[in-house]
């Protein structure tokens, strides 16, 4: 018996993960082969420095392979209502060619995913989010008879084209009148016989487009794009720095800020768009959807904690601490969910879920940090932050300021 | 007529920082600058079209970023980008690449020496532990050793301290390495000629040493204590160039109410009944003040601006013998591309990062003779980096600009004054060199703005066009600078102050000399102080 059978057979191919359109390309850049997963593509850490690759977003551009993704068409008469049912936002609201972020609850108002919802046609939706939505969305569609969902995550390549000077390179490229376009629209240009959909959207704060096109066309998509982008600095950028431009936004991160309300084994484990400081998502004026009245009864009674943006005094970052009343960590208040070095602002970030009784006192965290495999402990005074850590003013402008 | 409660003179960044921080204070601030423009060394000017030169510094790794954090400064416009990989061009076609990741970047110096690829790691501890120890002086007041004052009793108790913690061994090594040559200094660790010249020019920038002169070792560590958010020995950009720095400190200042009066040299320092207050303009405008704050460097304060009957005994000829040798030029150039480099290629990452033109050991030391009899060196150092390939908002897509900052070029030549035509000449010497690395690269040059110290002088306010205000050797160091007894930033008149880099810490974008300058004046007036401490990371290892 051998090990090896003939070379044109894999063996080990059910144990390989997927690879994305852009694959070519990205094996060739990513020089420090690091390589991670999701959903069962193959995904970039970093490919280079992940602060490089950070600053890039921050000071010129990058592109982040967003094809593990998850997208699904929701269409017909019904999908509106079906939507609408299920999502916490308002969707009669939505106006074609526009693009909003929501969440969507089970029953009793816990956060199963957050996303963004793009309406392309009356009747047409896509919804993205971070995890497979399929059963969820066929739960949610029952009763409503005319309406189909389809999951396109595999047949579309997705680019994330983020940085203060994309504007410019999507010019180049091209795509007349982009500058027009404003934060949350969609434009539609046509594309090797093909429509490539532009979204002013993105997960960094900073300005940013993402660009939408059918699988077979990702790679063709991607070379006009670095042909344009070749005296910008174009470059990809992997997980490492996305997760840190959007941590200084003040963006939640599924895994790190939140467990999907659907995979959480205690029920304490797991949080409501309120508690996310999302509010902002739920809009209890419209008629029933799912979590409702949960939501309602518990903004009634009061929040358990709430998730905070902390500005932590010294540079020591704050991962993993446990938060406090007073110096002496006498009264338990909070965790910090996710934290850094805020290169942009010079600033210890975090957000935290804070016991909301407790966020116009004292707070303090107990950091753990490490000198040459030594563990030490401190005591940090936090800042709560109302804004987004870093803001750039270009990020909002319609045209965005060239540079 | 109004009477200010502070005016600072010299729109520089320590200037500004020093000015941000009293006008946070409550105070009513002016700050005056002969230019119209503001920055001083910190600033971005844009002499051909679309193309902007950090005319002067070009990098920075030490400005503090707790003054950034507390200043605010980011949304004041300032971002600081770390930029990577240095290409260094020795003797016949070699060159040395400094990548960005650790595996790389050893497999590189293996190359040329698996012994001194070891030694690096030895060297950069070293660094880092005494950079560490001066990293925490940065903000912090110099005691003065000879008071009785518990403050100062207290600060050299802290300075015993942390000098004690490294360990007694290390203790007699660092007391040799103040007075040592930064030649003698890597022989301890490097066998390799080239390596030891790489390693060896950040001990030459911007002083008048050689590589062998006793001294140079300190000034290699000054330039590589800094950090760009923890990674020591990390240089950033500022985007938008380092004008971007002071723009950012004077819209600090503004919020605060402080006032900014460009086109306002200052002819001299008032004193009234022996206390300095306010200043008479070259236009001669006065602007009272009740303390008047000099950016200016000490030789230029003491021997210019206030009139030496109104200084102590001695004060004017300590001024007058302060070392402050200029021996650094500037040559900045627009280019049409971006230049390839022999031996070097041509990827995103090691081709858009720095480049050092070094040659050997010997070459350097050759290129110090050179200015020591009044001539710039024919084969010089020259230290470069092209921002634009890192800041998109400093030339035109596609088209590039080259910071050179050259070692050594003098502030007098001995065959007579700097005339256009030899300011011209030498700035053939800097393309020529590069030329010889850069086949081609005299084609794609658009404009050139060459600065030798005469024109750091004059343009600047400099002076000799010393870029540190002044030497940085032991003797003009802590509690000697930029005298001893007058350490603490307050001068020999009263009611005056200095804020500027002949005063501790010393040179380099660090705002850190304006910021501890406010802190005492704070003090004397007995407001609170809102300076805040330092705030130094824990260093991680850096090649390079």
């Not at chain 1, 539609?188 to 300005?207: A, H, K, N, Q």
């Not at chain 2, 290629?345 to 050092?356: E, K, L, T």
Request: glycine share 8%; aromatic share 10%; net charge negative.
């Amino acid at each position: 018996m051998t090990l090896n059978t003939t070379s044109s057979e894999d063996r080990f191919a059910g144990e390989r993960l997927k690879r994305t359109p852009f694959y070519p390309r990205l094996k060739e850049l990513n020089l420090r082969e690091a390589w991670d997963e999701w959903n069962g593509y193959k995904f970039a850490d970093h490919f280079y420095d992940t602060d490089y690759e950070y600053f890039c977003i921050r000071n010129q551009c990058g592109t982040y392979d967003i094809t593990p993704m998850q997208k699904h068409l929701i269409e017909g008469p019904d999908a509106e209502a079906m939507l609408n049912r299920m999502v916490t936002r308002d969707m009669t609201k939505l106006r074609v060619n526009r693009v909003t972020y929501l969440c969507w609850c089970d029953d009793g108002g816990r956060m199963i995913d957050d996303g963004t919802i793009f309406r392309l046609g009356e009747e047409k939706f896509m919804l993205t989010c971070g995890s497979p939505s399929n059963a969820w969305l066929a739960k949610s569609a029952v009763g409503f008879d005319n309406v189909t969902i389809t999951d396109i995550t595999d047949d579309t390549a997705a680019i994330a084209f983020q940085g203060p000077v994309t504007c410019e390179v999507l010019k180049k490229m091209g795509l007349e009148g982009i500058e027009n376009l404003k934060r949350f629209g969609i434009m539609t240009f046509p594309f090797e016989g093909e429509t490539m959909i532009v979204s002013r959207t993105g997960f960094t704060g900073d300005l940013g487009y993402e660009l939408w096109v059918p699988a077979e066309l990702g790679l063709k998509m991607w070379d006009k794009l670095y042909a344009a982008g070749e005296d910008y600095g174009i470059q990809p950028v992997g997980e490492g720095a996305v997760n840190m431009a959007r941590l200084e936004a003040g963006l939640i991160m599924p895994y790190l800020d939140f467990s999907e309300a659907l995979k959480t084994v205690h029920y304490k484990h797991d949080q409501s768009p309120l508690m996310l400081n999302i509010g902002f998502t739920v809009d209890f004026k419209k008629p029933h959807f799912n979590g409702r009245e949960a939501l309602l009864a518990e903004k009634e009674k009061g929040l358990d904690y709430i998730l905070t943006k902390l500005d932590i005094e010294g540079n020591k970052v704050a991962e993993e601490a446990i938060l406090y009343a007073e110096e002496e960590c006498k009264t338990e208040i909070g965790y910090v969910t996710s934290a850094m070095w805020s290169p942009a602002v010079k600033a210890n970030i975090a957000l935290a879920m804070v016991k909301p009784e407790y966020l116009e006192k004292e707070i303090w965290a107990e950091i753990y940090f490490y000198k040459e495999l030594r563990p030490y402990r401190k005591m940090a005074i936090c800042t709560v932050r109302d804004k987004p850590f870093y803001m750039p003013p270009h990020a909002s402008q319609t045209p965005p300021a060239i540079f | 007529m109004k009477t200010y409660d502070a005016v600072i003179i010299g729109a520089g960044h320590n200037g500004l920082t020093n000015a941000a921080y009293l006008a946070k204070a409550g105070l009513d601030v002016v700050i005056v600058e002969k230019n119209d423009y503001i920055g001083g060394a910190a600033v971005s000017r844009q002499l051909e079209n679309g193309y902007w030169y950090s005319s002067c510094s070009y990098v920075c790794s030490m400005m503090r970023q707790v003054i950034h954090r507390d200043l605010n400064l980011t949304k004041h416009g300032l971002m600081l980008v770390p930029y990577l990989g240095t290409a260094a061009f020795g003797e016949n076609g070699q060159t040395l690449m400094a990548y960005t990741a650790e595996g790389p970047a050893y497999n590189e110096l293996k190359r040329f020496s698996a012994h001194d690829a070891d030694a690096m790691y030895r060297l950069l501890a070293d660094l880092d532990r005494y950079s560490t120890l001066i990293r925490k002086t940065l903000l912090r007041t110099p005691p003065d050793p000879g008071s009785f004052k518990p403050r100062d009793i207290k600060e050299l108790m802290f300075l015993a301290k942390t000098f004690w913690e490294m360990g007694e061994a290390e203790i007699y090594e660092y007391i040799r390495f103040f007075t040592m040559s930064a030649a003698e200094f890597l022989d301890d660790y490097f066998e390799n000629d080239f390596i030891k010249a790489t390693m060896a020019t950040p001990g030459i920038i911007g002083t008048a040493l050689g590589v062998d002169s006793p001294g140079s070792a300190y000034i290699l560590l000054h330039h590589v204590m800094g950090d760009v958010d923890g990674t020591i020995g990390a240089w950033g950009l500022a985007r938008g160039g380092m004008g971007a720095i002071s723009n950012a400190l004077a819209g600090a200042l503004q919020e605060h109410g402080g006032e900014i009066r460009t086109n306002a040299g200052v002819d001299q320092v008032l004193v009234k009944n022996g206390k300095a207050a306010g200043v008479v303009l070259e236009n001669g405008d006065e602007i009272h003040a009740k303390l008047v704050v000099s950016n200016l460097d000490a030789k230029r304060t003491f021997t210019k601006i206030v009139d030496r009957d109104d200084l102590p005994p001695g004060i004017f000829e300590r001024a007058k013998n302060f070392k402050i040798r200029g021996s650094s030029g500037k040559v900045n150039i627009a280019l049409d591309g971006l230049p390839k480099f022999n031996g070097v290629p041509d990827n995103r990452y090691i081709n858009r990062g720095g480049q050092a033109f070094i040659g050997s050991m010997e070459k350097l030391e050759r290129a110090y003779d050179d200015w020591k009899r009044g001539k710039w060196s024919s084969d010089p150092f020259i230290e470069s980096v092209i921002p634009s390939a890192w800041d998109p908002t400093v030339a035109p897509p596609g088209k590039h600009w080259m910071s050179n900052f050259i070692q050594y070029c003098p502030p007098q030549l001995a065959d007579g004054p700097w005339t256009p035509e030899k300011r011209d000449a030498f700035g053939q010497t800097v393309i020529d060199k590069i030329e010889r690395h850069s086949p081609g690269f005299k084609d794609l040059i658009v404009h050139m703005e060459v600065r030798t110290p005469y024109e750091i002088e004059n343009e600047v306010g400099l002076t000799e066009g010393n870029i540190f205000q002044g030497e940085l050797t032991i003797d003009q160091l802590l509690f000697n600078r930029p005298f001893p007894g007058y350490a603490q930033y307050r001068m020999p008149v009263k009611n005056m102050y200095m804020c500027g880099s002949s005063t501790h810490p010393g040179g380099g974008v660090s705002s850190a000399c304006g910021a501890n300058a406010a802190r005492e004046i704070l003090m004397d007036l007995k407001k609170p102080n809102t300076v805040p401490e330092d705030d130094c990371h824990d260093t991680q290892y850096n090649i390079f």
